[in-house]
């Protein structure tokens, strides 16, 4: 909205019977600004698993430069997850750097993408490691709301023992 506050909900299935993070319903709900020469956005998170429920809350500090059609926008965000009760996935921090890129296309129609380094110090009782991952798509927007569709990429760059391999979701 123009007074920078959003929300976001998102969800995924990973159509089976499984028990696992693949199913969840994310709900967020963030300020974002200007501070001097530099964008922040501040946000917390409920993600509702079929495992246990977490909160997420994060802070970013970014800054953005226009090139024609293009977006470029450079950024740090620090992300701090913890389980709603005892027994949960372990809590943790994740330290993020990344660029993210826009180009108009058409009105209201544009590409998307993101390159970012995320270092993971063993939430989910997975292993601390240092990630690549990456998203490109397209945006679609129908009045206030943006419609994303695209392919998300997420490879461990460190050795990890913990099962975590090279993934895509669309």
């Known amino acids: 909205?123009?007074?920078?506050?959003?929300?976001?909900?998102w969800t995924s299935t990973g159509?089976?019977?499984?028990?696992?993070?693949?199913?969840?319903?994310?709900?967020?709900?963030?300020?974002?600004?200007?501070?001097g020469h530099f964008d922040y956005a501040a946000d917390i998170g409920y993600y509702a698993?079929?495992?246990?429920?977490?909160?997420?809350i994060n802070a970013e500090f970014s800054r953005t430069h226009k090139v024609g059609k293009a977006t470029l926008t450079s950024y740090v965000?620090?992300?701090y997850y913890f389980p709603i009760r005892k027994g949960g996935p372990r809590r943790g921090v994740m330290g993020v750097a990344g660029l993210k890129s826009t180009v108009?296309?058409?009105?209201?129609?544009a590409f998307s993408s993101l390159m970012r380094l995320k270092k993971d110090s063993g939430n989910f009782a997975f292993d601390s490691a240092l990630l690549g991952?990456?998203?490109?798509?397209?945006?679609?927007?129908?009045?206030?709301?943006?419609?994303?569709?695209?392919?998300?990429?997420?490879?461990?760059?460190?050795?990890?023992?913990?099962?975590?391999?090279?993934?895509?979701?669309?």
């Open 15 to 35: 159509f089976s019977t499984e028990r696992n993070f693949g199913k969840e319903v994310d709900l967020m709900l963030g300020k974002a600004g200007k501070l």
């Open 133 to 170: 991952q990456g998203y490109a798509g397209l945006v679609y927007q129908i009045g206030p709301f943006d419609f994303l569709g695209g392919v998300n990429l997420s490879t461990p760059l460190s050795k990890v023992g913990d099962g975590r391999k090279t993934l895509t979701a669309w």
């Open 49 to 56: 698993v079929i495992i246990i429920d977490v909160v997420n």
């Open 77 to 79: 965000r620090g992300e």
């Open 104 to 109: 108009e296309l058409v009105p209201k129609l």
């Open 1 to 9: 909205w123009k007074n920078g506050v959003y929300a976001d909900l």
